[in-house]
Protein backbone atom coordinates (compact mmCIF):
# COMPACT_ATOMS: atom_id res chain seq x y z
CA UNK A 1 0.00 0.00 0.00
CA UNK A 2 1.09 3.43 -0.45
CA UNK A 3 1.29 6.21 2.32
CA UNK A 4 2.17 9.76 2.11
CA UNK A 5 3.45 12.07 5.31
CA UNK A 6 3.04 15.69 5.21
CA UNK A 7 5.23 16.35 8.92
CA UNK A 8 4.18 19.97 9.37
CA UNK A 9 0.80 21.06 9.78
CA UNK A 10 1.35 24.10 9.49
CA UNK A 11 4.10 26.40 7.92
CA UNK A 12 4.03 30.71 8.62
CA UNK A 13 6.59 32.47 7.22
CA UNK A 14 7.07 36.24 6.40
CA UNK A 15 5.67 37.59 2.36
CA UNK A 16 8.68 37.47 0.36
CA UNK A 17 10.52 34.73 2.23
CA UNK A 18 11.68 31.23 0.79
CA UNK A 19 9.32 28.05 1.47
CA UNK A 20 9.92 24.52 1.75
CA UNK A 21 6.78 22.28 2.35
CA UNK A 22 8.14 18.64 3.41
CA UNK A 23 6.60 15.43 1.49
CA UNK A 24 7.89 11.90 2.06
CA UNK A 25 5.91 9.11 0.82
CA UNK A 26 6.25 5.15 0.75
CA UNK A 27 5.20 2.38 -1.65
CA UNK A 28 6.62 -0.79 -3.04
CA UNK A 29 6.29 0.18 -5.91
CA UNK A 30 6.95 2.95 -8.76
CA UNK A 31 4.43 5.81 -8.79
CA UNK A 32 3.52 8.90 -9.91
CA UNK A 33 3.73 12.52 -7.59
CA UNK A 34 1.78 15.38 -7.18
CA UNK A 35 1.32 18.90 -5.42
CA UNK A 36 -2.35 19.91 -4.77
CA UNK A 37 -3.40 23.79 -3.79
CA UNK A 38 -6.40 24.63 -1.74
CA UNK A 39 -7.80 28.07 -1.52
CA UNK A 40 -10.64 28.63 0.64
CA UNK A 41 -14.07 27.50 -0.19
CA UNK A 42 -12.26 26.47 -3.47
CA UNK A 43 -11.74 22.80 -4.73
CA UNK A 44 -8.41 21.09 -5.38
CA UNK A 45 -5.94 22.24 -8.06
CA UNK A 46 -2.54 20.67 -9.27
CA UNK A 47 0.44 22.84 -9.00
CA UNK A 48 2.63 19.84 -10.59
CA UNK A 49 3.24 16.39 -11.15
CA UNK A 50 6.80 13.78 -11.57
CA UNK A 51 5.94 11.50 -13.95
CA UNK A 52 9.25 10.56 -15.04
CA UNK A 53 12.38 12.49 -16.79
CA UNK A 54 14.55 15.04 -14.84
CA UNK A 55 13.83 15.12 -11.07
CA UNK A 56 13.21 18.72 -10.74
CA UNK A 57 9.75 19.72 -11.73
CA UNK A 58 8.47 23.21 -12.13
CA UNK A 59 4.17 24.12 -11.70
CA UNK A 60 2.35 26.98 -11.88
CA UNK A 61 2.75 29.73 -9.30
CA UNK A 62 6.24 29.84 -9.32
CA UNK A 63 6.45 26.49 -6.95
CA UNK A 64 8.61 23.82 -7.77
CA UNK A 65 9.48 20.53 -6.71
CA UNK A 66 11.74 18.18 -6.59
CA UNK A 67 11.75 13.94 -6.84
CA UNK A 68 14.33 12.22 -4.48
CA UNK A 69 13.75 8.31 -4.77
CA UNK A 70 16.81 7.22 -2.34
CA UNK A 71 14.85 9.25 0.20
CA UNK A 72 11.16 9.01 -1.08
CA UNK A 73 10.65 12.99 -0.81
CA UNK A 74 9.15 15.16 -3.09
CA UNK A 75 9.16 18.45 -1.16
CA UNK A 76 7.73 21.65 -2.75
CA UNK A 77 9.56 25.02 -2.68
CA UNK A 78 9.13 28.71 -3.53
CA UNK A 79 12.13 31.46 -3.43
CA UNK A 80 9.78 34.20 -2.43
CA UNK A 81 6.28 33.82 -1.47
CA UNK A 82 3.08 36.20 -1.44
CA UNK A 83 0.29 36.80 0.34
CA UNK A 84 -2.31 35.27 -2.14
CA UNK A 85 0.23 31.85 -1.74
CA UNK A 86 -2.08 31.29 1.56
CA UNK A 87 -3.52 28.17 1.11
CA UNK A 88 -3.48 24.47 2.45
CA UNK A 89 -1.30 21.88 0.12
CA UNK A 90 -1.14 18.37 -0.23
CA UNK A 91 0.60 15.92 -1.74
CA UNK A 92 -0.64 12.97 -3.46
CA UNK A 93 0.47 9.47 -4.95
CA UNK A 94 -0.86 7.29 -7.09
CA UNK A 95 0.56 3.76 -8.30
CA UNK A 96 1.79 3.06 -12.17
CA UNK A 97 0.03 0.53 -12.66
CA UNK A 98 -3.31 1.37 -11.39
CA UNK A 99 -6.22 3.34 -12.43
CA UNK A 100 -6.09 6.88 -11.30
CA UNK A 101 -6.63 6.74 -7.78
CA UNK A 102 -5.02 9.29 -5.82
CA UNK A 103 -3.49 9.11 -2.25
CA UNK A 104 -3.10 12.30 -0.07
CA UNK A 105 -1.08 13.23 2.86
CA UNK A 106 -2.89 15.01 5.47
CA UNK A 107 -1.85 18.82 4.22
CA UNK A 108 0.47 21.75 4.87
CA UNK A 109 -1.34 25.32 5.86
CA UNK A 110 0.77 27.96 4.42
CA UNK A 111 0.54 31.04 5.94
CA UNK A 112 2.06 34.09 4.50
CA UNK A 113 2.15 37.26 6.63
CA UNK A 114 3.22 40.54 5.55
CA UNK B 1 -12.33 28.12 -18.19
CA UNK B 2 -14.43 24.40 -17.67
CA UNK B 3 -14.51 23.70 -14.07
CA UNK B 4 -16.25 20.59 -12.31
CA UNK B 5 -19.62 22.02 -9.89
CA UNK B 6 -20.98 20.76 -7.29
CA UNK B 7 -24.17 20.64 -5.81
CA UNK B 8 -25.86 21.65 -2.83
CA UNK B 9 -22.15 23.50 -1.17
CA UNK B 10 -24.14 22.18 2.12
CA UNK B 11 -26.13 19.39 2.79
CA UNK B 12 -27.63 18.69 6.29
CA UNK B 13 -29.53 15.62 6.72
CA UNK B 14 -30.59 13.54 9.99
CA UNK B 15 -29.38 10.03 10.29
CA UNK B 16 -30.72 7.40 8.68
CA UNK B 17 -31.70 9.77 6.11
CA UNK B 18 -30.58 9.18 2.20
CA UNK B 19 -28.52 12.04 0.43
CA UNK B 20 -28.09 12.75 -2.71
CA UNK B 21 -24.60 14.42 -3.77
CA UNK B 22 -25.04 16.04 -7.47
CA UNK B 23 -21.37 16.65 -9.60
CA UNK B 24 -21.29 17.76 -13.06
CA UNK B 25 -18.42 16.94 -14.36
CA UNK B 26 -16.21 18.99 -17.45
CA UNK B 27 -18.10 18.30 -20.49
CA UNK B 28 -15.27 15.49 -22.52
CA UNK B 29 -14.23 14.33 -19.49
CA UNK B 30 -14.16 10.34 -19.33
CA UNK B 31 -13.30 9.18 -15.96
CA UNK B 32 -14.98 10.24 -12.68
CA UNK B 33 -14.28 10.47 -9.15
CA UNK B 34 -15.14 10.62 -6.19
CA UNK B 35 -13.06 11.76 -3.09
CA UNK B 36 -13.78 12.49 0.55
CA UNK B 37 -12.10 14.38 3.70
CA UNK B 38 -13.50 14.20 7.05
CA UNK B 39 -12.75 17.55 9.46
CA UNK B 40 -9.16 17.53 10.17
CA UNK B 41 -8.19 14.03 8.27
CA UNK B 42 -7.15 13.33 4.89
CA UNK B 43 -8.49 13.72 1.77
CA UNK B 44 -9.48 9.86 0.80
CA UNK B 45 -10.48 7.72 -1.97
CA UNK B 46 -14.00 7.01 -2.29
CA UNK B 47 -14.52 5.49 -6.03
CA UNK B 48 -13.66 5.95 -9.38
CA UNK B 49 -16.15 5.17 -12.20
CA UNK B 50 -16.14 5.24 -16.17
CA UNK B 51 -18.21 3.47 -19.25
CA UNK B 52 -20.91 3.24 -16.78
CA UNK B 53 -19.69 1.48 -14.11
CA UNK B 54 -17.36 1.47 -10.73
CA UNK B 55 -13.66 0.94 -11.85
CA UNK B 56 -12.09 0.64 -8.08
CA UNK B 57 -13.43 1.20 -5.03
CA UNK B 58 -12.05 1.64 -1.42
CA UNK B 59 -13.03 -0.16 2.03
CA UNK B 60 -14.78 3.01 2.66
CA UNK B 61 -17.42 2.52 -0.27
CA UNK B 62 -19.70 0.03 1.22
CA UNK B 63 -23.21 -0.69 0.23
CA UNK B 64 -24.39 1.96 1.78
CA UNK B 65 -22.82 4.01 -1.19
CA UNK B 66 -23.68 3.97 -4.95
CA UNK B 67 -22.66 6.41 -7.82
CA UNK B 68 -24.89 7.23 -11.16
CA UNK B 69 -24.62 8.82 -14.40
CA UNK B 70 -28.30 9.53 -14.84
CA UNK B 71 -27.72 11.38 -17.94
CA UNK B 72 -25.10 12.46 -20.10
CA UNK B 73 -23.93 15.55 -17.64
CA UNK B 74 -24.35 14.60 -13.76
CA UNK B 75 -22.14 12.22 -12.00
CA UNK B 76 -23.90 11.41 -8.42
CA UNK B 77 -23.10 9.56 -5.47
CA UNK B 78 -26.01 8.53 -2.80
CA UNK B 79 -25.49 7.28 0.76
CA UNK B 80 -28.39 5.10 1.54
CA UNK B 81 -28.93 5.73 5.25
CA UNK B 82 -26.61 8.36 6.96
CA UNK B 83 -24.73 7.75 9.44
CA UNK B 84 -23.02 10.54 11.92
CA UNK B 85 -19.35 9.55 11.16
CA UNK B 86 -20.44 10.17 7.28
CA UNK B 87 -20.23 14.26 7.76
CA UNK B 88 -17.37 14.84 5.89
CA UNK B 89 -16.55 17.34 2.69
CA UNK B 90 -17.00 15.24 -0.65
CA UNK B 91 -15.13 16.11 -3.56
CA UNK B 92 -16.36 14.99 -7.25
CA UNK B 93 -13.51 15.26 -9.72
CA UNK B 94 -13.03 14.16 -13.30
CA UNK B 95 -10.15 13.71 -16.18
CA UNK B 96 -10.07 13.08 -19.27
CA UNK B 97 -7.96 9.93 -19.52
CA UNK B 98 -7.54 7.81 -16.15
CA UNK B 99 -5.56 4.92 -16.89
CA UNK B 100 -2.13 4.89 -15.60
CA UNK B 101 -0.60 4.28 -19.19
CA UNK B 102 -2.41 7.71 -20.44
CA UNK B 103 -2.70 10.06 -16.92
CA UNK B 104 -4.17 13.03 -16.85
CA UNK B 105 -4.99 15.91 -14.83
CA UNK B 106 -8.07 14.95 -12.63
CA UNK B 107 -10.11 18.83 -11.75
CA UNK B 108 -11.53 19.08 -8.63
CA UNK B 109 -15.33 20.58 -7.88
CA UNK B 110 -15.58 23.20 -5.06
CA UNK B 111 -16.91 20.15 -2.67
CA UNK B 112 -19.93 19.63 -0.72
CA UNK B 113 -20.31 20.05 3.10
CA UNK B 114 -21.90 16.87 4.34
CA UNK B 115 -23.09 17.53 7.90
CA UNK B 116 -25.59 14.04 9.02
CA UNK B 117 -26.91 14.97 12.61
Known amino acids: AQSVTQLDSQVPVFEEAPVELRCNYSSSVSVYLFWYVQYPNQGLQLLLKYLSGSTLVKGINGFEAEFNKSQTSFHLRKPSVHISDTAEYFC????????????FGSGTRLLVRP | EPEVTQTPSHQVTQMGQEVILRCVPISNHLYFYWYRQILGQKVEFLVS????????KSEIFDDQFSVERPDGSNFTLKIRSTKLEDSAMYFC???????????????FGPGTRLTVT
Open chain 2, 49 to 56: FYNNEISE
Open chain 1, 92 to 103: AVTRRDSSYKLI
Open chain 2, 93 to 107: ASSEAGLAGNLDEQY
